[in-house]
T-cell receptor, first 113, second 113 residues
Framework: EAGVTQSPRYAVLQEGQAVSFWCDPISGHDTLYWYQQPRDQGPQLLVY????????NSQLPSDRFSAVRPKGTNSTLKIQSAKQGDTATYLC???????????FGPGTRLTVL | GDSVTQKQGQVTLSEDDFLFINCTYSTTTYPTLLWYVQYPGQGPQLLLK?????NKGISRGFEATYDKGTTSFHLQKASVQESDSAVYFCALVEDTGYQNFYFGKGTSLTVIP
């Protein structure tokens, strides 16, 4: 069974540029999470979906970040105008709706110069 | 709200040393408590689960225990190996019909051969 895949693996931007991250969850997993993991910190939830519906996006900086999961499978996280403080690894995870065990992808390491 | 505190940022041990990492938590629900391990360039992987029902979990030589009285849970291993070098995160799962995950800051373990 394929795991959670993410692309790109690395991104380097100048402040003010936009970037999108893509996630393909494990087949059959209806719940998808996006986390931000700053260097030397634990993952911090940004947003999560059940199917195509947003369940919680309260930690997503709505002025610059957006996330969609239009068909309840793949998902895209976008940063509209990146800041240096956005430098972090962005992790995607998926799980079954009734399960507590989530599976993480390898992450996208973002550096904003 | 729910939270997890993991104070040990870095731990350096020699092979065959005893490992003990502690986390404390705060929640109003009956929590599921997790330990994750993260290797360089990878997303976190679930290592162990502890619930208020079983109080203990064991996997790959690691043991996790839970103390309701002190609202703390521990990860321990009797004899670490160089291959155990990684970052270890504790996490709390809040189940309100949807699963919300709260992670500690992580403990970076270095095992010297």
């Amino acid at each position: 069974e394929a795991g959670v895949t993410q692309s790109p693996r690395y991104a380097v931007l100048q402040e003010g540029q936009a970037v999108s991250f893509w996630c393909d969850p494990i087949s059959g997993h209806d719940t998808l999470y996006w986390y931000q993991q700053p260097r030397d910190q634990g993952p911090q939830l940004l947003v999560y979906f059940r199917d195509e519906a947003v369940i919680d996006n309260s930690q997503l900086p709505s002025d610059r970040f957006s996330a969609v999961r239009p068909k309840g499978t793949n998902s895209t996280l976008k940063i509209q105008s990146a800041k240096q403080g956005d430098t972090a690894t962005y992790l995607c995870a998926s799980s079954t709706g009734t399960g507590w065990e989530q599976y993480f992808g390898p992450g996208t390491r973002l550096t904003v110069l | 709200g729910d939270s997890v505190t993991q104070k040990q940022g870095q731990v350096t041990l020699s092979e065959d040393d005893f490992l003990f990492i502690n986390c404390t938590y705060s929640t109003t629900t009956y929590p599921t408590l997790l330990w994750y391990v993260q290797y360089p360039g990878q997303g976190p992987q679930l290592l162990l689960k502890v619930t208020t029902a079983n109080n203990k979990g064991i996997s790959r030589g690691f043991e996790a225990t839970y103390d309701k009285g002190t609202t703390s849970f521990h990860l321990q291993k009797a004899s670490v190996q160089e291959s155990d070098s990684a970052v270890y995160f504790c996490a709390l799962v809040e189940d309100t019909g949807y699963q919300n995950f709260y992670f500690g800051k992580g403990t970076s373990l270095t095992v010297i051969p």
